[in-house]
């Protein structure tokens, strides 16, 4: 499926937005229902898919700004990593165990993976040592550099009419993650005096991963970054 960088660029911005604003957006829902595939720490049971890693289960249609859709199933959790498959941004990565995933509908037009190192079906408030990885893919226009994109998303993760007030930004700096190249950078929101690290990757058919990981300093950041560090992009749909 093709993504304009146009619409790649508001779903990133709304991820942002959830994991730095922490509000809702105003903008109508951009997917269809949300399905969850969840990995639970060893002898905790929770529900999870009982089929393999890429099948997922019907689930009532969200919010924007919801991430935590109840699953529809469950089974004892493996006690080995999952791959988990997303069917919409086409891309597959290993999940640890103690860590859980919410994958999107197959037939969702623009959706967001999201996972974190707590239960996000059950726990309300983030704990003090949880972290949120918010994933997304979209495609570069024919005629644009990634350079010239990232300089335009940096203007508007920034920009007030965005829901951006008084956001900060810190100098993108070249990262690797996995097998792809592209930059990082820290995204600080005075309002909720939250950090988050931001990662645009570049793939060799000219797809932007768009990465959020919030907040950007506690300990298991460094496990987040090794399981993202997993991430294969399928190419794009001719």
Wanted: aromatic share 6%; net charge negative; glycine share 6%.
């Amino acid at each position: 499926m093709k993504f304009s960088s146009k619409l790649f660029g508001l779903v990133v911005l709304l991820f942002i937005g959830m994991i730095l604003m922490s509000c809702k957006p105003e903008t109508p829902p951009a997917a269809a229902p949300q399905t969850g595939t969840l990995v639970s720490p060893p002898g905790t049971p929770l529900p999870v898919v009982t089929s393999a890693p890429t099948s997922v289960s019907p689930l009532p249609t969200p919010p924007p700004w919801a991430i935590t859709p109840e699953p529809a199933a469950t089974a004892t959790p493996p006690a080995d990593p999952l791959v988990i498959y997303d069917p919409v941004n086409r891309f597959r990565l290993r999940i640890l165990p103690g860590w859980y995933v919410i994958t999107p509908d197959p037939k969702a037009i623009v959706a967001v993976t999201s996972i974190s190192n707590y239960d996000i079906v059950h726990t309300d408030d983030r704990p003090p040592d949880g972290l949120s990885i918010q994933i997304s893919i979209g495609q570069l226009g024919a005629e644009q550099s990634f350079e010239q994109w990232l300089s335009d998303r940096r203007a508007l993760e920034t920009s007030p009419e965005n829901g951006s007030s008084g956001v900060t930004l810190t100098e993108s700096q070249p990262y690797t993650l996995g097998r792809y190249k592209g930059v990082t950078y820290t995204a600080h929101d005075p309002a909720s005096s939250k950090d988050v690290m931001i990662v645009y990757l570049l793939t060799d058919d000219r797809r932007i991963v768009g990465i959020g990981l919030s907040p950007a300093n506690v300990p298991a950041l460094s496990e987040g970054l090794s399981i993202l560090s997993t991430i294969e992009v399928s190419p794009k749909v001719p």
